[in-house]
């Protein structure tokens, strides 16, 4: 087991990517904290995947975009497990419009969750890890469109390139309390952001022919690199993003 002990908090970790980095961090022997956006059926879900964790786990409900419903869920899983080691800011929204009709509401909600959220998560585990003596692991789950330009996704693409430098920053500044920073960055994964390409196979047969591996991702395939960056191996990575995308930001083409 490679995180033995350790203790793991997963934003939006009720469904798709987050859901199997809390489901293999548990395998490999972490505590894990599952949050969930308080909205719909997200506690229901968020309370199925804690409760078959192989670790005792924990749900924490918040908007990563509030810095109060932050600090709070912090707060709670230091006074459950007594610290943390690990925290991936998987959380993340968008939104398909073109740029000449996108309101500043749309904008500003993608930008608050996806680059906001992942900051002010960060800064209150940092503090954290600091507070213990330092020593620790952020992770950043972006997207190929940290990178590459994606029309009709301009808030998206803003926000996750906002992410790749929020990482690189993040790696110099921490570097001295030893907390390692990186991003993974997906490619297109089968969860149920992807869900309208997904069910309709002209659009999924489209997007597959842009994937040079010829197929979707697997949410296990992204967590297997999550458990990686978190675990000992890892002391000397940081400042790095890790693609997980079949080969797609090789592609000269795109969509
Ligand atoms: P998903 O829609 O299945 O999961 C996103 C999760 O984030 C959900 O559980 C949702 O409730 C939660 N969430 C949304 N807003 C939140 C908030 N304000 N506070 C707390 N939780 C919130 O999507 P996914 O594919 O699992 O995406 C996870 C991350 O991976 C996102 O950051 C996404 O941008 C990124 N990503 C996904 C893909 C892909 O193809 N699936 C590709 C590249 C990047």
Redesign the pocket.
């Known amino acids: 087991m490679r995180l033995m002990n350790k203790v793991a908090l997963v ?8 859901r199997s980095i809390a489901e293999r961090f548990a395998a490999e022997g972490s505590h894990v904290a599952v ?3 308080p ?1 719909g059926e ?1 506690e229901i879900e968020a309370r199925a995947v804690a409760n078959q964790l192989k670790t005792a786990g924990m749900i924490v409900g ?4 509030l810095r109060g419903d932050v600090e709070r869920m912090v707060s709670e899983v230091v006074q459950k497990f007594g610290r943390l080691d690990i925290a991936v800011c ?5 939104i398909k419009k073109p740029f000449l009709e996108v309101t500043d509401e749309e904008w500003n909600s993608v930008l608050s ?2 680059l906001y ?1 992942s900051f002010c998560v960060a800064q209150a585990v940092a503090r954290q890890m600091v507070r213990q003596g330092g020593s620790g692991k952020l992770i950043f ?5 940290e990178d590459i330009p994606f029309p009709g996704y301009t808030a998206y693409c803003a926000s ?1 390139g906002g992410v790749r430098m929020l990482m690189r920053n993040l790696a110099m500044e921490l570097a001295p309390h030893k907390i390692n920073v990186n991003n993974i ?5 089968a ?4 869900s309208a390409v997904l069910s309709d196979p002209e659009a999924k047969a489209g997007a597959i022919s842009e994937i040079p591996w010829g197929r979707f991702g697997r ?1 296990e395939e992204v967590a297997a690199v999550a458990v990686f960056l978190s675990s000992d191996e890892a002391e000397y990575v940081t400042g790095s993003t890790y693609y997980v995308d079949g080969g797609l930001t090789q592609q000269v083409t795109l969509y």
């Open positions: 934003t939006g970790a009720s469904r798709g990517i987050g949050n969930y956006l909205q997200n918040g908007d990563v975009s998987n959380a993340g929204i968008e969750v996806n959220g789950i972006s997207s190929v469109h996750k960055a997906p490619g297109a994964i969860t149920p952001i992807n949410p």
